[in-house]
């Protein structure tokens, strides 16, 4: 680090400074702020006027103090020891801040984002002589017990000649494992940590079509609304929706290999309940701790707002960086309305003009740019691997036309939108079917035809059609009641009852109910279409529904959810039989 290059501040407003004559500093520069050394970011070069923002709290900070430049973007530290760590905006790991300054951060307290006296046990994957490429493993080691930790020559060499290479054995996180000649001669020694700045995506051979699906074991998100593996989504909700526990889910559940969860101007006491979840629970792929293949990232709402602006980015870069070793990474942001709300405080501190709701008029730019550092992409290191990013939404009052909700859906091809109502009702996951949808399920329709059934999205159609003509009827309901409707009207108010309640609800507390294999929530949708195409011949032939529902056979299909376990659907075939038995009754009684 330089400490030659300096500057005098003399205008302080919250975390944004200005510096006077200060023309050496460059865009996005890493700098130390006062004495106590704040870490800031240079975000303006006008003239010889120089701000920046600081990511730490500036009261009592006074003009006449030096700022030191770096040289240097702001970097995360990308290697071994990221998973099963907690960070805060700007990756300091909070538990080793704990160990030194109690409860409460200290300003100016700094500590290593990787343990550099932990040695870790390395497999070397090259030898002297080799020629090694950009994103090329040099290095492996067992991170945790569910992640092998793939080390990789920095993209920002694109190719050398291996001249030495150290034993397999143990290594720190500095130590020096390979030493490479680069094209000009000189020689440069490999760690396994590399440094990479948070607003630069790091680079990939090309991007893949969006065709297999993040199963994520919610009926409602993986056959309704489902999400791409790379895919983008956004949960908009108010207060008390169940934005968060979405998320949780969809972390405990999914199929990702690695999660990257990003507390981002939540309260903290959410972020307290997710350490003490994602601590206790076992990983249902690996029997292992959840912790063993995540990363947290807390920045609570009373820390420094523009150390949650640069959390996003923090978050991103580490996911990119599992992304590029071959693993399928799925972000959880909780919740960028709260870092929307973070680039309005630091815009109107530099006093930029506002655009709608006092929001900076790069608001859309900014989402768009973080969106699209989603995607499955071939990448350097062979093979194949994805970042998918689920972002929270939370609009004052639940208004989805807010700015933030507004410009999310221009860039987001899945939006799962919360409703109070149903929360209120204790349906979970309290996803608006109505208001929700997937653009990616057209595009993943050939894998479900393969993988799952050929039927899958002929069902699927069939649901969702007959949940828009129960929104259709209720129009109806609501003004004269149900019992004026004719038959087969009632029975469609009947299924989509069943599908609601049997299908659409689940229960987060249920062992068969939680996490849903594909193959069971294809036959669910199976048993209740049979039941429904029964009782529509039924109907046809004259039956009154009010024989049917004498019945307790639609009641009986709602509980298949709990009464067939998941490793247990040849049971199914009992229910088809029971649905036929039901069909032989009616005709009995009526005959």
């Not at 030898?127 to 990789?152: C, F, K, N």
């Not at 069902?459 to 929104?471: G, P, S, V, Y």
């Not at 659907?569 to 009992?574: A, G, K």
């Amino acid at each position: 680090m330089s400490t030659q290059k300096t500057g005098v501040i003399y205008g302080i407003n919250g975390p944004v400074i200005y510096l006077k004559n200060a023309t050496g500093f460059r865009m996005s520069e890493m700098v130390y702020v006062g004495k106590e050394r704040l870490v800031g970011e240079v975000i303006s070069l006008k003239g010889d006027t120089t701000t920046v923002q600081v990511y730490e709290e500036t009261s009592g900070m006074k003009p006449g103090e030096l700022v030191y430049g770096t040289d240097e973007a702001i970097f995360v530290t990308l290697g071994p020891g990221i998973l099963n760590n907690i960070y805060d905006g700007i990756q300091r790991p909070l538990e080793k801040i704990a160990e030194t300054s109690g409860k409460y951060i200290t300003r100016g307290v700094n500590a290593s984002a990787l343990d550099e006296t932990r040695k870790w046990d390395v497999k070397m994957k090259v030898h002297a002589g080799d020629t090694i490429t950009a994103g090329q493993v040099i290095a492996e080691t067992q991170e945790t017990p569910s992640i092998l930790h793939r080390s990789m020559m920095t993209p920002l060499i694109a190719k050398a000649v291996v001249k030495e290479v150290k034993p397999d054995g143990p290594y720190t996180v500095t130590e020096p494992i390979v030493t490479v000649e680069l094209p000009d001669g000189t020689t440069r020694e490999l760690t396994l940590a590399q440094k990479w700045p948070i607003r630069v995506a790091r680079p990939y051979i090309r991007r893949l079509a969006a065709i297999e699906p993040l199963v994520t074991g919610q009926r409602v998100l993986d056959t309704i609304f489902p999400l791409s593996r790379g895919g983008t989504a956004a949960i908009p909700g108010g207060f008390g929706t169940g934005k968060t526990m979405t998320q949780h889910s969809i972390a405990k559940f999914s199929d990702a290999n690695v999660i990257i969860y990003i507390g981002c101007g939540e309260r903290g006491n959410e972020m307290t309940e997710v350490l003490e979840d994602f601590s206790r629970l076992e990983d249902p792929k690996t029997g292992n701790k959840l912790m063993a293949r995540t990363s947290l990232i807390a920045n609570t709402s009373n820390m420094p707002v523009a150390a949650r602006e640069a959390s996003i980015y923090t978050g991103l870069t580490m996911a990119e960086y599992y992304r590029d070793m071959g693993y399928d990474v799925a972000i959880m942001a909780d919740s960028t309305s709260r870092w929307a709300e973070a680039l309005r405080e630091l815009s109107g501190r530099m006093e930029e003009m506002p655009a709608e709701e006092g929001y900076p008029a790069y608001l859309a730019s900014r989402l768009s740019a973080f969106y699209e550092r989603a995607g499955m992409m071939d990448v350097l290191s062979g093979g194949r691997g994805s970042v998918s990013i689920i972002g929270a939404v939370s609009p004052q009052g639940g208004d989805f036309s807010e700015p933030v909700t507004m410009n999310t859906k221009r860039f987001v091809r899945c939006f799962w939108g919360l409703d109070k109502q149903l929360a209120y009702a204790r349906h979970y996951p309290a996803i608006n079917w109505m208001e929700s949808y997937s653009e990616n399920a057209n595009d993943m329709a050939p894998w479900f035809k393969k993988n799952v059934d050929p039927k899958f999205m002929e069902d699927r159609t069939q649901i969702i059609a007959i949940l828009h003509a129960e929104n259709k009827l209720m129009e109806t309901v609501k003004l004269i009641g149900s019992d004026v409707l004719p038959d087969d009207q009632k029975l469609t108010l009947e299924i989509a009852r069943v599908i609601r309640v049997g299908f659409l609800q689940q229960n987060a507390f249920h062992k068969d109910d939680q996490n849903v294999p594909l193959k069971k929530q294809f036959l669910m949708m199976e048993t209740i279409l049979h039941l429904y195409r029964v009782s529509k011949k039924l109907v046809a032939q004259g039956h009154p529904m009010s024989v049917l529902k004498a019945e307790d056979i639609f009641d009986k299909v709602i509980a298949i959810k709990y009464d067939i376990p998941n490793d247990h659907l040849e049971l199914f075939d009992e229910y088809s039989r029971k649905i036929e038995a039901f069909y032989q009754t009616v005709m009995k009684k009526n005959a």
